[in-house]
C-alpha cells in the first residue's frame, strides 16, 4: 500500500508491504527531506513508529 498525506507544513508518504514500513517526509519549500527505510517489520502504532513520526515532524518544522 502507499499513501500520500499534504499537511500544513510538510508532505508524507508512507508504504506498507505486508508489514515493512517505508517513509518519506518534506517540507513545502523542498529544503529539507527526511526518508527511512526499515529493516524492521512492525505496525504503525508501535514505539518505534511513534517515535520516528515525532522525530520527522521535529525536523520538518525545525525543531
Request: charged residues 15%; without cysteine.
Amino acid at each position: 500500500g502507499f499513501s500520500f498525506y499534504i499537511y500544513p507544513d510538510y508532505y508524507h508518504n508512507h508504504g506498507v508491504l505486508a508489514g515493512w514500513n517505508t517513509f518519506n517526509n518534506f517540507n513545502w519549500d523542498k529544503r529539507t527531506f527526511v526518508i527511512l527505510f526499515s529493516n524492521v517489520q512492525n505496525g504503525m502504532n508501535d514505539a518505534f513508529n511513534q517515535e520516528f513520526r515525532k522525530m520527522a515532524n521535529d525536523l520538518i518544522e525545525g525543531k
